[in-house]
């Protein structure tokens, strides 16, 4: 069968994947994680093209050209409600173009049966990309698709929760098919640079996170360094971990760890958190070829922290990044701000802190209500969200929360203000030129801080 994974044009540059869409918060754009991974699933059975029209800045009349010349009979696409406008009417063309469409995002996420009622261009939903079933319904079967919801052919609505086994096997991904063009990443250090998994979901209950909701399962580690390998053989040796905290085993990390500086020409980023970042894995992490380590920081408060089930409190996010420091480490802090609790003055004790963390990079996501979280049933219940409401974006510059005292336009006004403080500071901005160590690294990062703050001006 020919099928295609798509990422449909937008007219801004927006990031669709692992059920979290969003705009970029400056200019990067790295492989979208499910498409990725399902390459694996589908490449060996199936004619299997892909299609980044992020990626490829392509329009909605120039990416449709190219379907009818690819023709295929299965769309497998991305969706998001930042851009679900957009994605719905496109899409919606080529269902009626001939196109079988089956979906993937976070819009689809919550109540995917009632968004298969809804559309009915919509053949199919998948709500986990880390097992078997969208290549077993390809090929025919309607039983034990765990993770899709499928309109029958009486029209009736099926729906399966996701795979909840503990580990998961994936066949190789086809980053070739991806473009070899298009894809930034602020903290790689070289190009070309690839995005992989070696777990998926998360066990953690973050209460305002989507990854909170997919159920933990971790990857055979032959399958990581088996991927990792093809990629090194394509000379692509940069790598972008988007598991959601590396580590959570502590010995698996240790052996991939292991794996990779026994490779010796490998160098990455990935994510952990500060109650897991201690010497061994940060040191471990370090001599495996990682150069930057992100950490969720969140809030200054640690009532927040609790709150929201952080599992943390803000001393023990201060020793980890003394730690990653110690170790050599360049270090991001993600904050959210915005929570229904937010007012300025707690903006200003976030800012304070993250400029004593002395992090090389602040990533501020603002509070939306993402889909299936206990989050977004407590803002509903506030008044702050309607059930209704679709688009939303945590990068600030579309749809998000306005505080219990702070409107939409102060919060964002403030967002504003606390990216250019920290990142307008001369010392900081000497630091950060001394701490290049790669031509390709300063130029991204130069590319990078101006679209940033372009976007927070």
């Avoid at 994974?5 to 994680?33: A, G, H, M």
């Avoid at 959601?244 to 292991?258: D, I, K, N, S």
């Avoid at 992090?359 to 209500?369: E, G, K, Q």
Wanted: glycine fraction near 6%.
């Amino acid at each position: 069968m020919r099928v295609l994974l798509l990422n449909p044009p937008s007219e801004r540059v927006v990031i669709r994947d692992y059920f979290c869409s969003k705009t970029t918060k400056s200019n990067y754009l790295f492989q979208p994680i499910d498409l990725v991974v399902l390459s694996g699933w589908l490449a060996d059975e199936h004619e299997l093209s892909v299609l980044d029209c992020i990626a490829e800045a392509l329009s909605p009349t120039t990416a449709l050209a190219r379907i009818r010349e690819l023709d295929p009979q299965v769309v497998v696409a991305l969706v998001g409600s930042v851009s679900w406008k957009e994605d719905h009417t496109f899409l919606r063309a080529l269902a009626e173009d001939g196109r079988r469409i089956v979906g993937i995002g976070d819009v689809l996420h919550e109540a995917p049966a009632e968004r298969l009622a809804d559309e009915p261009w919509l053949e199919a939903i998948l709500d986990d990309f880390a097992c078997d079933s969208l290549p077993r319904y390809l090929a025919g079967e309607r039983t034990g698709l765990a993770g899709m919801s499928v309109r029958e052919p009486d029209g009736s609505i099926t729906t399966l929760p996701p795979d909840r086994t503990k580990r998961y096997r994936v066949p190789r991904p086809r980053h070739e098919l991806f473009p070899t063009r298009g894809y930034r990443f602020s903290f790689a250090r070289r190009a070309p640079f690839a995005t992989l998994l070696t777990d998926y979901g998360c066990p953690y209950p973050c209460s305002f996170c989507v990854i909170s909701t997919i159920p933990f399962r971790t990857r055979d580690v032959a399958d990581v360094l088996e991927e990792i390998d093809h990629l090194r053989g394509r000379g692509v040796c940069e790598l972008f971990f988007m598991d959601q905290t590396f580590g959570v085993r502590r010995e698996r990390a240790l052996e991939l760890c292991a794996a990779f500086a026994e490779r010796g020409d490998l160098s990455w980023t990935a994510y952990t958190r500060p109650d897991l970042a201690d010497d061994e894995l940060l040191g471990a992490m370090r001599a495996a070829g990682c150069h930057t380590v992100m950490m969720g920081v969140e809030s200054a408060d640690d009532s927040v922290l609790e709150e929201y089930e952080k599992g943390y409190r803000a001393s023990e996010v201060a020793a980890a990044f003394e730690r990653a420091r110690r170790n050599k480490l360049r270090t991001v802090g993600t904050f959210i701000i915005g929570l229904p609790e937010e007012t300025e003055s707690s903006l200003h004790a976030t800012l304070k802190l993250a400029i004593d963390l002395d992090m090389d990079f602040l990533s501020l996501n603002v509070a939306v209500p993402r889909f299936g979280t206990p989050f977004r049933t407590r803002a509903i219940e506030l008044g702050l969200a309607n059930s209704h409401e679709l688009v939303m974006d945590q990068g600030g510059e579309d749809a998000f929360l306005p505080t219990l005292t702070l409107d939409r336009v102060r919060m964002l006004e403030l967002k504003r203000s606390m990216v250019r403080k920290y990142y307008l500071r001369p010392g900081y901005l000497l630091r950060r030129l001394l701490a290049v160590r790669t031509w390709h690294e300063l130029k991204g990062q130069v590319r990078e801080g101006f679209a940033l703050l372009a976007k927070n001006s």
